[in-house]
């Protein structure tokens, strides 16, 4: 009977080890997981390419509201670099307390552990206070390892959306409460198995968590991407039109409209890569697995507009090559022509 309770005791002892092992690399992995697709967003999705060729279309404009539009933009800079420098005090802030929790976790998990290899041994009875206040520590260092967590997770929703009132950070803010709330039960229960029920509650709340966050995460670099593809869209049609003109003054193209095809084609990808992730974020009864997979879609949308910025520089560089010849063989003909 005696040998029973104790192969009991350390099967509850494996099972909380088992429900935490995603703090040790699994679950944390959706925030390595959406800082990757974010990093990515932000390398690939620029827009100066854009914004440079637009302006040449934007060159009539009289001085008074030239002036009133680089007022209205220094403005908006001055606000926008305030709040990027909050977010990077706040960040810093809640990178250092995550921090900070990843090794008290790690501490209560080595001195759990070791309970475990003496209660193991027979050298501990598991049901002993010290038993009982190891997996107490181990317990409340993993649910403020998670809290921690997630309030990166939610400053990190708030900047991106501008909105402390969305509904993703509105979730989060619940979970956190939730984990709390937990965390309190800790203090009150006085045997291995009260504090399995509580494991398997944070553990619930955490899987929540974790999907709000990656779906969270994988939406807002789905929106930017769209953005994206919409202008490049428009941008593709205008350099189609470009090059049309140019091959009707007999310009050899040719070369061009192989690169604008290829552009193109990259824009067509990326775009069908996007709706493939967002079907799965929209979806129902929505899996880890599934928002896994729907922010490796985003990645190959990414990689997709990667390539196609690549061939974006090439094309402009080449348009500004024909555009610098045709000004100069201009001025030449100016200098050669009687007066």
Sequence with gaps: MKKSRIVQDLACFTILLTLFSLLSGGSLAARNSSDHVNSNQNQYMREDILVSYNETDNVSENNSSESNVKQEQKNLSTKNQNKVSEYKQERKQLEEELQLQKQEYNEAKEDFLKIRNRIQAKELDPN???ARNATKSYLNSSINYMIAHLANVE???????GNRTDENVIAINE????LEIEKAKVANVSSQKEL???VRSVRGIWNDAEKISLSSAGQTVSEKIGEFLEKSENLSERLN?????MKETG???SELEIKLASYTSYIKSAQEKKVMADSLYSGENVTRQDMQTANNYLRQS???ISKANKLLRVIFGELKNYETEEDNGT???NLTTPG
Excluded: H, P
């Design 302 to 304: 990414l990689t997709d």
């Design 331 to 333: 001025k030449v003909r």
């Design 241 to 245: 039109v470009k090059i049309g003109d």
């Design 251 to 253: 310009i050899d193209t």
């Design 175 to 178: 979970k956190i409460k939730l």
């Design 196 to 198: 399995l029920v509580v």
């Design 128 to 130: 002993s206070e010290e």
């Design 155 to 161: 400053s990190n929703m708030e900047y991106s959306n």
